[in-house]
Each structure stands twice: as C-alpha cells, then as structure tokens.
C-alpha cells in the first residue's frame, strides 16, 4: 500500500473509533480529504484506495485538479475563503461550498450555476471564535443569512461549517463544536432540515464527531505536512 492509502485507512480508524465512543454509526460521518497544495497524482492515489469526495482552498488550483480527474467522478468541495471576482468558477467547478459568509456571495454562486445541473450543495461558515478568527458569518447572524440563502434556487442550503481557533483544550473545543450543533438544531426548529454539521480537522476530528460533525474535513494527516 502507498502510504496516502495507510494513512486513509488509519483517518477511517479514527473516525469509527470515535463514533464507537460516542454511540454514533460510523457511516453517519463522512471524510472529506483535503487535498490543497497536493498534485493530481495525490488526489489520484486516494482515489484508488477508495477516497471520493476532495476539499480545496484556492480557486483555480481546485478546479484544475477537478478538471485534470473528471473522468473519476469524484466529489469536490469548496472550503477556502471565497472573493466575488471567483464565484462563477467556483459556481460549477465545484459540488459543494463550505465557506458562505454573506448573502452576496451566496447570490452569485446561485445565478452563476449552470442551469440544468443540480443546485449547489452550500454551507454556512460560522465564526464561533469571535475575534480570534476573521472567518465566518457571527452566530446571531446565522438565523437570517440562512432564511436568505435557503429560498436561492441555484443553492440547497445543507448546513453549517466552522473552524474553531487553533488550540489543545479539549474543553474549548467542544465548547466551540456545541455551539454549531446547537445552531443547527435552533434552524431546524425552525423548520430548516439541515443534514450537514462540517466540522473537525486533522488535530481535532474526535471533539468534533463526539458534538455531532457529519463532514470531518482532514488533510495532514492523509497527505502529511504541507510546505
Ligand atoms: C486546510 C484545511 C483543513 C485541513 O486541515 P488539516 O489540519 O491539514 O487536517 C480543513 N478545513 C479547512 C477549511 C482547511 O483550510
């Protein structure tokens, strides 16, 4: 085995593990590699042993390796910050956005999408660090850009995404990683019915599957360090 197939099958380890420890099914969580600054042929590896749906930040290099691989039919998701001058690209090289901040964005990813195909699969990026990080809509916004967001045809509205500030306390994530589950309980009370709670990175996939995350987005230690 390569070792980006090892180190799969070792993040899918630790997915069930954490699922086991929580009593939650492990299929109920999906990895999603983040693949950012790797080349096609690390993405092409992963796919070989079994990997399907890919993460990318920047533009043009994610829609490039989704180009490059298309006749693989795999899933790619947005989830770096997105500038306005980039959503027409984003709009159709990509099956899902993670990053939706604000209401602008969000407008032109739906009039962007080509019609015909099915409507882009979004989330919401909600800022639960406050002012340690930039990123992110703030919790008391996430009611109203999501009532916004959900009636745009080119769109389906699947749940909300967070990045919590890097840190070893357990307690402060899961602080953070409850806090989104929370959000998206209060929306679906609402009526909403949002399936997706993307959340939980190399460092910290178990705080976030032990709070509820259904999109665990790994890339170090599937790919290794990045330069
Ligand atoms: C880079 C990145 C990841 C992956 O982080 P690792 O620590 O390498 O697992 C996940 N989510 C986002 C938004 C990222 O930018």
């Known amino acids: 085995m390569t ?5 799969l099958q070792a993040v899918n ?3 069930a593990a954490a699922a086991k420890a ?3 099914m492990p ?4 990895l999603l590699a983040v693949s950012k ?7 092409a590896e992963a796919a070989d042993a079994g990997q399907r749906a890919f993460g990318e930040n920047y533009v043009p290099e994610g829609s490039d390796k989704a180009a490059t691989l298309a006749e693989r039919q795999l899933t790619w998701h947005f989830i770096g910050p997105l500038q306005s001058n980039k ?4 709009a159709n090289a990509f099956d899902w956005v993670h990053s939706i901040d604000r209401l602008k964005i969000a407008e032109r990813l739906s009039a962007q999408r080509d019609v015909g195909r099915p409507p882009l699969n979004v989330c919401l990026q909600v800022n639960v660090s406050g002012e340690a990080s930039k990123s992110g809509v703030a919790p008391e916004e996430v009611a109203a850009l999501a009532q916004a967001v959900s009636v745009l045809p080119g769109l389906r509205l699947r749940g909300l995404m967070a990045i919590p500030e890097p840190t070893d306390d357990l307690s402060v994530l899961k602080q953070r990683f409850g806090q989104v589950r929370a ?3 209060a929306l679906n009370g609402e009526g909403m019915a949002l399936d997706t709670l993307s959340m939980g990175m190399s460092h910290d996939l178990e705080a976030a599957i032990a709070e509820g ?12 360090a990045r330069a």
């Open 213 to 224: 995350a259904t999109m665990v987005r790994v890339g170090t230690a599937i790919f290794g």
């Open 22 to 24: 929580c009593g939650r």
């Open 37 to 43: 600054t790797w080349p096609a042929e690390c993405v």
């Open 13 to 15: 380890a630790r997915i």
């Open 3 to 7: 070792s980006i197939a090892t180190n």
């Open 87 to 90: 959503t027409r690209l984003v």
């Open 27 to 30: 299929g109920d969580i999906q």
């Open 183 to 185: 959000l998206r309980d």
